[in-house]
């Protein structure tokens, strides 16, 4: 064998075994204590069955059920260092929708490890579950769920293509009733809606969550009304004002109301859920 | 000379009204209304204009009388702590989620939050059978250096989505301005305007001191009482009406002494008109600047007012009360 050949296939065996132990999750990196810092990302690790993992989350971490009993860290823009420090983290999960980024900032300078999500819209949603599965060790397990999003993203988008006939509806989506504040450009709503192949009537407002002017919302004359949930109240009894105030809109007039729950508040694996769940209204 | 000021006064403000009805994110031509646009003008523009009207109203003759009891240029509503009080009701009633009155939960705490509040200030001001402009004082910034403290603490605990809708609140929201909410603001701002400016002459001399006053046979404890009732009155409507809108209560009575001196028997109903007028202007311009999106109506007023107000400091020579 000339030495030519023995250098490259030395070469190639010494790549391939350098691969494999990268590729491989090295038990000494996998974190074995996490800190979530945002509802959607305690969501979507426990999906992926890191439930055990996760030792501090916000106030806000309410899904799954078992989420309520983990030990809490504080709010999402007010975390408490201390209570982060105190859980003694391999690293600690944050999202650039809603955690400071100065908390980051403190936590690395204090050598803690974290992962920053920078997934805001529906589309980044597959590609950020695969990242944060990397950096948690997860990978088979996250690629599984990314895919699973994707595919039910795509459904939809088919279902919308091939009834080319069907004429958008006109949406309002009611964050909250008074003052009236709907759900704009932007949020994972805005995304949902425009993926059924309907039209959001605030989508052309300068922020996420405008403050919408009710005799816009009379003008533009929606078809469908979809209130959002508030936590722990009874948006029901809330919203009686504002739909006697929007009494003469299509909506109201044909009773296309409908009460949603909070599946497409997070950025997370209910998200399809709560996409149907707005399909079925928007019917 | 007075009654051509008023006179011009009173057709800015029917001006004012007249535009802030007909323009908006859309300008509605009234001779030729659509079924839209005759809904919107008459159930969603009229109210509003009208509630922002009698808000302002009531802040600027209400800061007027109370710059007058307290002879304090920096005094406004807001000072005394029942705007404070207001606030912690309504934000407890927005961040809690009651709705054990329909609609009008949010509206009635409020009232009922400035009032007790408004209440205890006078508890608290009163010592040797009277009322004293720096207790009263005195009283109202502790109770709302208090009443703020507790306001941050609940927004504090409560989740990102309550505190947002109890800061758009806070911040002054006249969205929510319906037909119902007028007749018992309407009643409340008479009374409250009426009733200091018929005791105008007394205030007048009151604000040149106790023996004065006494001197010119008012009872200076009296007619303190009397005003005090008034200015919890109009500071309670107007809280209970759009929130908070700050500015107004302070500056428009300043502004209006620029122009037409410290008579209060001009001074009270400037103000009113004043008032109301700079805060339907400032509410023409929040809802009709970034359609289909509003912005606090408070924000636009100091950024309207605050300016002018520099500039005629920088003109005109006096500044008293």
């Known amino acids: 064998m000339l030495p030519i050949k023995k250098i490259i296939v030395i070469i190639v065996l010494t790549l391939f075994v350098m691969y494999c132990s990268v590729s491989a999750a090295d038990p000494a990196t996998v974190p074995r204590r996490i800190v979530s810092l945002a509802p959607s990302m305690t969501e979507i690790m426990f999906a992926l069955g890191l439930g055990d993992n996760i030792v501090g989350v916000t106030t806000f971490c309410d899904y799954p059920e078992e989420a309520k009993k983990k030990p809490k860290i504080g709010g999402m823009s007010n975390p408490s260092l201390e209570a982060v420090l105190s859980l003694k983290p391999d690293i600690v999960v944050m999202t ?35 990242e944060l599965g990397r950096a948690l060790g997860t990978k088979e397990r996250s690629d599984r769920l990314a895919k699973e999003i994707e595919d039910g993203i795509a459904a939809f988008k088919r279902r919308e293509d091939t009834s080319p006939t069907k004429v958008p509806a006109k949406v309002l989506f009611i964050v909250w009733p008074e003052p009236l504040i709907a759900a704009g450009p932007g949020t994972v709503i805005d995304d949902a809606i425009s993926l059924l192949g309907d039209e959001n009537i605030s989508g052309s407002a300068k922020t996420e969550y405008p403050k919408f002017s009710i005799e816009e919302a009379i003008r533009r004359s929606p078809d469908v009304i979809v209130i959002g949930k508030g936590s722990g109240m009874d948006m029901r009894a809330v919203s009686k004002g504002i739909l006697k105030r929007l009494s003469s809109v299509p909506a109201v007039k044909q009773g296309k109301v409908c009460y949603l729950g909070d599946s497409l508040y997070r950025l997370g694996p209910r998200v399809i859920k709560g996409i149907e769940e707005l399909a079925e209204c928007l019917r | 000379m007075s009654q051509v000021r008023i006179g011009v006064l009173l057709s800015i403000a029917v001006l004012v009204i007249l535009s802030s009805a007909l323009f908006g994110p859309r300008t509605i031509m009234p001779f030729n209304l659509s079924d839209i646009d005759r809904e919107i003008l008459v159930s969603v523009r009229l109210p509003r204009v009208l509630v922002a009207f009698l808000m302002g109203m009531a802040l600027g003759a209400s800061g007027a009388v109370l710059q007058g009891i307290l002879r304090n240029p920096l005094a406004d509503p807001y000072i005394l702590g029942i705007s404070s009080g207001a606030s912690l009701m309504a934000a407890l009633g927005i961040i809690g989620g009651f709705t054990f009155l329909g609609p009008v939960t949010v509206p009635v705490l409020a009232f009922t939050g400035a009032v007790v509040t408004g209440g205890l200030v006078g508890i608290m001001g009163w010592k040797r059978g009277g009322l004293w402009p720096e207790r009263l004082l005195l009283a109202g910034v502790g109770l709302s250096f208090l009443f703020s403290a507790l306001l941050m603490l609940m927004m504090s605990i409560s989740t990102d989505e309550g505190l947002r809708r109890a800061m758009l609140w806070i911040f002054g929201d006249l969205s929510m301005s319906e037909w119902s909410r007028i007749p018992y603001g309407l009643a409340f701002v008479a009374a409250g305007i009426l009733l200091p400016v018929t005791r105008a002459k007394a205030l007048n001399a009151l604000i040149l001191g106790d023996e004065f006053a006494h001197s010119l046979g008012f009872s200076p404890q009296r007619e303190r009482v009397i005003l005090f009732i008034s200015v919890g009155l109009l500071t309670a409507a107007s809280v209970s009406l759009g929130g908070m809108i700050g500015f107004i209560g302070l500056l428009i009575p300043h502004i209006m002494r620029f122009f037409l001196g410290a008579d209060n028997r001009l001074l009270i109903p400037a103000s009113a008109l004043g008032g109301g007028s700079l805060l339907c ?41």
Do not use: C, W
């Not at chain 1, 980051?104 to 805001?120: C, E, G, M, P, V």
């Not at chain 2, 970034?290 to 020579?317: N, Q, S």
């Open chain 2, 281 to 321: 202007i400032a509410d023409l311009i929040s809802r009709s600047l970034l359609p289909p999106m509003e912005l606090p109506a408070g924000v636009v007023t100091a950024i309207i007012g605050a300016p002018y107000f520099l500039y005629l400091l920088r003109r005109k020579d006096v500044l008293s009360i």
């Open chain 1, 96 to 130: 650039t929708d809603g955690n400071p980024k100065e908390f980051a900032d403190r936590l690395q300078s204090l050598h803690i490890k974290t992962f920053i999500s920078t997934a805001r819209r529906l589309h980044d949603l597959p590609a950020g579950i695969k």
